[in-house]
């Protein structure tokens, strides 16, 4: 039987071979953990701590009185030493509270199991997955509880599960469906209680046919629960792709899934919402792929939050030859980094890329021939090229009306693009050029 799919896309290589059969190793805690104080969209968080203070394990130490923001918690347990700088992964440099490690791993009172969580109502599950910190772990990082709170005039009656992980070399979400199943699916079933749903279907791709094996024997005859492999291509993990895939719904222009009665969450963000409604464990780790041809050992790690990406390569066993470019995430969407020194973990991280000459071509720049390639493969329909050159020139109000603001910065134009032509970068521009221009003309209103 063929599959589902949707409109565009590209096929690049996989390159997961390295990481997908090898299991979870829990990774080395750090000596000083670095906690980034803004690790997700929304809001950034004000320290609750000071240098000096003692901290524990699951401890709040930085939260903020915007709704679309969530707190962060102390991934050890120790002395805080300083609060200042790091870089981050999304970019830039932010602020953090760095603690150094005693390595007792000594928990903070607050962090209790909860026994009652099975009678509990859809605004106590939502409140606690607002304490614990929990924000999406496929990559975005917006926070779960706003999510989890669409508007009461949007009926919600699909929960889609992203399975996919189409996103080449990371397989942090595979290993989490084969070796945390049960936790996966009681919260994916917390996620349909907090909506009032009753259709669930987990999304799988079909080059993982362990990982939809063992979700579909897990879920057995499970009421409301569907597997369903999904046809492997790029950006198959996409929200509005995943859902006109499963529901066959599209999300409009400027849209949100709600719109159109679907809520989508990743693999690791529902086992994170299992973790903190049954046990009361806030968001502190997660699984990381370190992998790449400049890596001498490939692996898949439980990694604290806050772990400096440096450690990880140590514990990987180092550099294998020369690192020509280092990326968190994957190599369609992730962020290239200048280097690894004071840049920690976040809870966004899925994976760290090292690449080595061989796997990175420095292909020259050339003029737009005109090929539409890149409108052939964009899986929104909107024109890269034509955004593009609108960029080039400085021409923002043309690249909006060229839709700029629907890209989701999948990357497929540029993997396509025979003259080379960063034309995702370009989009990226537009779209923070137009998104800044509206928010100043809200604040003139």
Request: glycine residues 8%; contains cysteine; proline residues 7%.
């Amino acid at each position: 039987m063929s599959l589902r799919t949707f409109k565009g896309g590209v096929h690049p290589g996989h390159y997961k071979s390295a990481t997908e059969k090898k299991a979870v190793v829990v990774a080395k805690p750090p000596a000083v953990a670095v906690i980034p104080l803004s690790q997700h969209i929304g809001a950034p968080c004000d320290p609750l701590v000071a240098a000096g203070d003692a901290v524990k394990m699951g401890q709040k130490i930085g939260d903020s009185k915007s709704f679309v923001s969530v707190p962060v918690h102390a991934s050890v347990s120790g002395k805080v030493v300083k609060i200042g700088k790091c870089n981050s992964p999304l970019g830039g440099s932010v602020d953090a509270v760095f603690i150094e490690n005693d390595f007792q791993d000594t928990w903070h009172e607050s962090v209790k199991p909860n026994p009652d969580w099975e009678k509990m109502s859809a605004d106590e599950l939502r409140k606690i997955i607002r304490e614990a910190g929990i924000a999406g772990m496929g990559g975005a990082a917006f926070p779960t509880h706003v999510k989890l709170s669409p508007p009461p005039e949007r009926k919600i009656d699909y929960v889609l599960i992203n399975g996919a992980e189409c996103e080449p070399y990371l397989t942090a979400d595979h290993r989490a469906m084969l070796e945390r199943t049960e936790d996966l699916l009681r919260g994916v079933r917390l996620v349909m209680k907090i909506l009032g749903v009753k259709k669930a279907v987990i999304g799988i791709e079909d080059n993982k046919p362990d990982a939809i094996e063992a979700v579909k024997k897990a879920a057995g005859a499970e009421s409301g629960i569907e597997v369903r492999a999904l046809h492997t291509k790029y950006p198959q993990g996409a929200e509005k792709q995943l859902i006109k895939v499963i529901t066959g719904r599209e999300v409009p222009s400027g849209g949100l899934p709600a719109d159109v009665g679907c809520i989508v969450q990743n693999v690791g963000t529902c086992i994170a919402i299992a973790d903190a409604v049954q046990k009361g464990v806030p968001l502190l780790e997660r699984i990381v792929t370190i992998t790449g041809s400049a890596i001498k050992e490939p692996q898949n790690m439980l990694v604290r939050i806050g772990t400096p990406v440096t450690d990880l390569i140590e514990q990987c066993g180092g550099f294998t030859s020369n690192l020509r470019k280092l990326i968190l995430g994957g190599p369609m969407m992730g962020i290239a980094q200048p280097g690894a020194n004071n840049l920690p973990v976040i809870k966004g991280t899925s994976g760290i890329l090292c690449l080595a000459d061989s796997e990175v071509a420095e292909d020259e720049i050339r003029p737009c021939i005109r090929c539409a390639q890149c409108v052939e493969v964009c899986p929104v329909s909107i024109m890269p090229l034509f955004i593009s050159s609108a960029v080039e020139q400085g021409l923002y109000d043309r690249a909006e009306k060229f839709n700029a603001m629907d890209c989701i910065e999948c990357g497929s134009c540029s993997y396509i693009c025979p003259a080379k032509r960063p034309l995702a970068q370009w989009i990226k521009m537009a779209k923070d050029e137009i998104a800044a221009k509206r928010r100043a003309a809200a604040e003139k209103s």
